[in-house]
Nanobody, 125 residues
């Protein structure tokens, strides 16, 4: 089992940058495929970015490709989402998620075993 805690959310203006962090505790962090999802008011939770166990493979939603970067530090048990050129439509609660399977369907919200409590990101125009 793993416990996830997100941090780094806040209120920023369009065009600004923000860095989200997710700290994990429990079972060895490197055994989990990690991802970030987000959920805007009245909308379903959607995939943002994912990173493989070693960090060698990353995947992004088309809406954030080129603006967001996911990374992980297995020695520090953290996964980070660096967000640049933020837009008002990026406003959402951002969730960190962990998946213990060997062949993750990384874009599916149903794939992940553990979730953090979320951190609010608000981008004003």
């Amino acid at each position: 089992q793993v416990h996830l805690v997100e941090s780094g959310g806040g209120l920023v203006q369009a065009g600004d940058s923000l860095r989200l962090s997710c700290a994990a505790s429990g079972r060895p962090f490197s055994s989990y495929f990690m991802a970030w999802f987000r959920q805007a008011p009245g909308k379903e939770r959607e995939f943002v970015a994912a990173i493989s166990w070693s960090g060698g493979d990353t995947h992004y939603a088309d809406s954030v490709k080129g603006r967001f970067t996911i990374s992980r530090d297995n020695a520090k048990n953290t996964v980070t989402l660096q967000m640049k050129s933020l837009k008002p439509e990026d406003t959402a609660v951002y969730y960190c998620a962990a998946d213990s399977s060997s062949y993750p369907e990384y874009e599916s919200v149903y794939e992940y075993d553990y979730w953090g409590q979320g951190t609010q990101v608000t981008v004003s125009s």
